[in-house]
């Protein structure tokens, strides 16, 4: 989340501004948060009810900061209100939000189709809300995405593979949702990707195309059905820092010299599989690691 900060840099007297440019037109944002406000059926701290009025700037309310440049909306920052609302279609004539925050509320409902209109996001956290439905398609023309959490939701059924043409991104969060199907072979075309949390689904697979992926520095992917021989290509990532697979059904054995291909890992955790063979012997030459978990498996053999 830290890396967007310097959108918020210059925020602020946007108002007098933008009524010195003609073609900034605030209204439109206006009108777009109070639709918003006026599907928010909880707010417990009264955080937006009395904050958002048509008497102060836009650009003043509570969880609202504006871009120097186009002076129009461009965060909206509604994290940890304790809100309940659901997402009026309004929202996706933000045309200038740049991140669009709502963590730890009650936002509930399907996500309407006009958000994706918000062709100048790059990030989005809808973590820990009651979201349901399934990951919709539209997604994938958000081009600018590079974080996109959907943790802690409900959404349902299988990973659009139009989330593949996202080529920014950098952070996919999908954990704690009820998706199941496959990781799509196509995760290894968004090679900018640092971070995937996909675990506690159904998916059975590790496609080896993620091998293609020469930023990751973590993959979790705890809790699926994973099943087959333990993913070769994973351990050939010289950026990966950590790896959690624990809970799966993997098999097969580690391979021998692969460790001195992930010089940089620190968190290795392959507990409750169905590993077999030996530990490998050089296992001890992994010099940056500082946890390893290989327990509840078929392994033999003490490393030195
Ligand atoms: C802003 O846009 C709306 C609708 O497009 C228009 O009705 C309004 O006159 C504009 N306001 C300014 C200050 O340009
Ligand atoms: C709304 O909240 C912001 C940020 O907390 C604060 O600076 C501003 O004074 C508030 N405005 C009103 C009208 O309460
Ligand atoms: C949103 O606000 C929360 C707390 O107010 C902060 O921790 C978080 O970094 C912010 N996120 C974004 C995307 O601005
Ligand atoms: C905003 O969005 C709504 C619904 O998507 C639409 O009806 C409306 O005309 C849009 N434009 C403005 C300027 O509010
Ligand atoms: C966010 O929500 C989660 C799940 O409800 C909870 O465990 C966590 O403590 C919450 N965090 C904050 C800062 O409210
Ligand atoms: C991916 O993007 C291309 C070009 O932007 C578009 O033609 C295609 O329909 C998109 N695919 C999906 C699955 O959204
Ligand atoms: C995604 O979830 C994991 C926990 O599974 C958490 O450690 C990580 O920070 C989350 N990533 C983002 C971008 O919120
Ligand atoms: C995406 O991945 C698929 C499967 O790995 C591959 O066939 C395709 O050429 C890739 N597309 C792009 C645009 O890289
Ligand atoms: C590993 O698991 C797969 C799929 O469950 C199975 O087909 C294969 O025979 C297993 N291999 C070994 C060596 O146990
Ligand atoms: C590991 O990487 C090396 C060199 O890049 C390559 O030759 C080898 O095929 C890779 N192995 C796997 C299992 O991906
Ligand atoms: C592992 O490190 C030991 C020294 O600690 C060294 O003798 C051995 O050659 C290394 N093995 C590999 C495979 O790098």
Redesign the pocket.
């Known amino acids: 989340m830290e890396r967007i900060t310097w959108f918020f840099l210059a925020a602020a007297s946007c108002l007098t501004m933008a009524a010195a440019l003609t073609n900034s037109n605030l209204t439109t944002d206006e009108s777009a948060l109070l639709a918003l406000k006026a599907h928010i059926t909880s707010d417990p701290h009264n955080m937006i009810s009395t904050n958002w009025s048509t008497t102060t700037p836009v650009c003043n309310w509570v969880g609202v900061s504006c871009g120097a440049r186009h002076f129009r909306v461009a965060v909206l920052n509604l994290s940890y209100m304790g809100l309940t609302s659901t997402i009026p279609p309004e929202l996706g004539n933000l045309s200038f939000l740049v991140a669009l925050s709502l963590r730890n509320n009650s936002f509930h409902g399907t996500l309407p189709l006009e958000l994706g209109r918000l062709r100048r996001l790059k990030l989005i956290s809808f973590r820990f809300n009651n979201f349901m439905g399934a990951i919709p398609s539209w997604f994938g023309s958000l081009s600018k995405l590079e974080t996109f959490d959907l943790y802690g939701n409900r959404f349902s059924g299988s990973i659009p593979a139009a989330i593949f043409n996202l080529t920014a991104l950098q952070v996919i969060n999908l954990s704690y949702n009820q998706l199941s199907g496959s990781i799509p072979r196509e995760i290894g075309n968004l090679t900018q990707l640092k971070e995937i949390y996909l675990d506690r689904k159904n998916f059975k697979e590790i496609p080896n195309e993620i091998g293609a992926l020469n930023q990751l520095e973590r993959l979790f992917v705890q809790f699926n059905a994973l099943e087959g021989h333990v993913p070769l290509a994973v351990f050939n990532m010289s950026s990966l820092i950590t790896m959690t697979s624990y809970r799966n059904s993997l098999n097969g054995s580690l391979p021998e010299?692969t460790y001195?291909h992930l010089p940089s890992i620190q968190q290795l955790d392959l507990a409750q599989n169905q590993i077999d063979g030996p530990i490998p012997s050089?296992i001890?030459?992994l010099t940056q690691i500082r946890m390893i978990d290989l327990g509840w498996n078929y392994l033999t053999g003490i490393p030195p």
């Open positions: 010299n001195q050089n001890g030459n």
